[in-house]
T-cell receptor, first 113, second 116 residues
Framework: GDSVTQMEGPVTLSEEAFLTINCTYT??????LFWYVQYPGEGLQLLLK?????DKGSNKGFEATYRKETTSFHLEKGSVQVSDSAVYFC????????????FGGGTRLMVKP | NAGVTQTPKFQVLKTGQSMTLQCAQD?????MYWYRQDPGMGLRLIYY???????DKGEVPNGYNVSRLNKREFSLRLESAAPSQTSVYFC???????????????FGPGTRLTVL
């Protein structure tokens, strides 16, 4: 079945550091890929998405490129802020999966001033 | 627009007790979902409803029942709670009835449930 693997956290960075959170996937069919973010005490919200190979999703300074050849969708940001501290989830959905999003385990990011 | 709302925010149950988690959305969405979130495991789908009047099992349905009361509301019931059901529960919704693969899911704030 479909699966998503993320790097384990927590990831601790200083403000203005470069961020990479790795995400790889296994899927049948042609998945759409997502990054969701969960701020403390809140539900998940969509950060960015990409629906086909080589697409780049971007939002709030975050970027991720859909790499079909490496089955990856790594999240990057050039300069993190304290306000970026949250848990980040990589997820996919395929045409065959109907309504089911498959999530990775989540990566907690802590940014120190 | 309140988006997706859930009640209660917190709940403590004893083993064997029953309860219903409530979810409502005011975005006129067709599809609604219940997930549970456990440490290190991301979110796992319990049940979903592609449209009013239909419900389907997700990845981890055992021990739960759902009701799609109307287009706005989707409730999750635990008939006889067990400690393994201690988790954070999230409700979500998407606009289309078929859950097209590019749909964004909109999440509620969650219910933290502890079963003693």
């Amino acid at each position: 079945g479909d699966s998503v693997t993320q790097m384990e956290g927590p990831v601790t960075l200083s403000e203005e550091a470069f961020l990479t959170i790795n995400c790889t996937y296994t899927a049948t069919g042609y998945p759409s890929l997502f990054w969701y973010v969960q701020y403390p005490g809140e539900g998940l919200q969509l950060l960015l998405k990409a629906t086909k190979a080589d697409d780049k999703g971007s939002n709030k300074g975050f970027e991720a490129t859909y790499r079909k050849e490496t089955t990856s969708f790594h999240l990057e940001k050039g300069s993190v802020q304290v306000s970026d501290s949250a848990v980040y989830f990589c997820a996919l959905i395929t045409n065959n999966a109907g309504n089911m999003l498959t999530f990775g385990g989540g990566t907690r990011l802590m940014v120190k001033p | 627009n309140a988006g997706v709302t859930q009640t209660p925010k917190f709940q403590v149950l004893k083993t064997g007790q029953s309860m219903t988690l409530q979810c409502a959305q005011d975005m006129n969405h067709n599809s609604m979902y219940w997930y549970r979130q456990d440490p290190g495991m991301g979110l796992r789908l319990i049940y979903y409803s592609a449209s009013e009047g239909t419900t389907d099992k997700g990845e981890v349905p055992n021990g739960y029942n759902v009701s799609r009361l109307n287009k706005r509301e989707f409730s999750l019931r635990l008939e006889s709670a067990a400690p393994s059901q201690t988790s954070v529960y999230f409700c979500a919704s998407t606009p289309t009835a078929t859950g097209a693969s590019t749909d964004t899911q909109y999440f509620g704030p969650g219910t933290r449930l502890t079963v003693l």
